[in-house]
């Protein structure tokens, strides 16, 4: 799930001098403890809870002028504090990056309809911000968001109390239009253009003889150039989990001959001081971030493309180098001018520790090639 914030930093800061803040994400937890279920529901609420301090993060760049969200404030409904600048340009250089690419991504080969697939979207206005954008015309994009029921929920009554949210996705403000659906319990909402899907993403894998198949996702289509989306989301689960969800996109839902993109932003680099103390302040806090030991290095995030199906092309780079050149020296000095960010040091620290990855097959078509093509990736192995 969407979390656009940096993990935890004020912990750091306790423990080591270094950073301030809150949890990094949400996202599926699997507990085979004794508790059994109580256990693993308990894990799952601690990570679905963060969504709060996610989207105040983001709310915080937003009022401080780091980024433009005007749909942002509608999903805070508590815990509007303000967030440290080293938290606040963050969430700047980490939105940059994923709208870079997300931005690309659309704009290639602009006559054919896309679609996005968010993993664990919790209360991420990307969605909005496309449909609201003169650059991407809605016509042209089908957007599905998957997430537990207790955050689409939420996130549906924020969407049915708000005429601005009704209205970008075709409603009067009063009464939801035919073409949307939202379902009985209020969990789900679908459209020919949006769709929020209830689900629990460890129930995706590719059919195997002897298990559960794995629940239909309604609106879907497989025949479109899709980019998957997972923003801290596939970090909480174990490896074979996570890979399992990779490999049901790439080789149960979408046929090889469609074009397909994955872009991944997660933490790196456990293994150092810094890594370790963010490691066990999360895990005090009940977090575990279970694949970051297997996918712990730029490199390892794109063999992890490779080995996922994405073999078309595959990139990766870190905050800090994305910061550096991807953000132009005009965006620099007016990101500076909004505060004073005294820690330096501490900022590519952190920085270092975070990365965005990306890959891509282009099944019958030329998208993923078009659309990332000139994206600068990081080339030295951290």
């Known amino acids: ?73 509608i999903f805070v409904t508590q815990d509007r504090e303000r967030r440290f600048p080293i938290i606040n340009r963050g969430t700047f250089v980490r939105t940059t990056a994923i709208d870079t690419l997300v931005t690309k991504f659309l704009s290639a080969n602009p006559s054919q309809k896309k679609q996005i697939i968010s993993l664990g979207a919790g209360s991420d206005t990307r969605y909005f911000r496309l449909r609201s954008s003169s650059s991407s015309p809605p016509v042209l994009l089908v957007y599905h968001e998957l997430d537990f029921s207790a955050n689409t929920t939420r996130k549906i009554a924020c969407i049915k109390q708000s005429q601005q949210l009704l209205s970008t996705i075709e409603s009067d403000g009063r009464d939801l239009q035919p073409g949307i659906t939202i379902s009985e319990d209020g969990s789900g909402l679908y459209s020919d253009g949006y769709n929020i ?31 998957l989306i997972s923003e801290c989301c596939l970090i909480y689960l174990p490896p074979s989990s996570a890979d399992s969800i990779l490999r049901y996109f790439t080789s149960h839902l979408f046929p090889s001959n469609t074009p397909l993109s994955l872009l991944v932003y997660e933490p790196i680099n456990p293994s150092d001081a810094f890594g370790r103390v963010m490691v066990t302040n999360l895990a005090a806090r009940g977090i575990v971030l279970q694949t970051l030991k297997k996918y712990s290095s730029l490199e390892r995030q794109k063999e992890r493309m490779r080995v996922m199906g994405f073999r078309s092309g595959q990139g990766a780079a870190d905050v800090d180098f994305i910061w550096e050149k991807w953000v132009s020296q ?53």
């Not at 963060?50 to 760049?61: E, G, H, I, Q």
């Open 330 to 382: 005009e965006e620099k000095e007016r990101v500076a001018g909004l505060e004073m960010l005294d820690e330096v040091e501490e900022w590519r620290m952190l920085a270092r520790h975070y990365c965005v990855a990306w890959g891509w097959r282009d099944g019958n078509g030329a998208d993923g090639v078009q659309a990332w093509q000139d994206v600068l990736g990081q080339d030295e192995n951290i």
């Open 197 to 227: 899907h209830p689900i629990d993403l460890r129930t995706l894998h590719p059919p195997e003889e002897g298990s559960e198949p794995p629940p239909t996702l309604k609106n879907i289509d497989p025949n479109l150039p899709t980019l």
């Open 1 to 73: 799930m969407s979390a656009h914030q940096i993990p935890n930093l004020k912990s750091l800061r306790s423990s080591r001098g270094w950073g301030r803040g809150r949890g990094p994400g949400r996202g599926a937890v699997e507990d085979h403890s004794s508790s059994q279920l109580e256990s693993a529901a308990a894990k799952d609420r601690i990570v679905q809870q963060t969504d709060s301090d996610a989207s105040t993060s983001r709310l915080s760049a937003v009022k401080l002028g780091y980024l433009e969200d005007s749909y942002s404030e």
